[in-house]
């Protein structure tokens, strides 16, 4: 699956959170389906983490600026959680 591809979907047909405060915020609400975090992630219960409280996390192999850019944002990214996938398949990623 395209990752980029799968989250640009996802931010224009479903519910998506970005940035670290707010997946946190969204994941302890028990609202988040998954958590993708960057490499540069700077909180280490995401990082070293494959699950928050039963919420599957992606690792994303790049940065924050490389997440951002997936995103198609022009600004870093360390964390985004997604509450409503839309139509896109972003929900089969594999995050084991």
Known sequence: MDLAH???????TGKVRL????????AKAKQAKILIVAKTCPDA???GQRRFDRI???HFEGSAVDLGAACGK???????AVLDPGSS?????ETG
């Open 19 to 26: 940035g670290l405060t707010e997946t946190l915020d969204s």
């Open 89 to 93: 398949a972003i929900l089969s990623l």
């Open 6 to 12: 799968a989250l640009k979907v996802a931010l224009q």
């Open 74 to 80: 022009p600004f870093p990214v360390s964390a985004l």
């Open 45 to 47: 219960t995401l990082t």
């Open 56 to 58: 599957p996390i992606y």
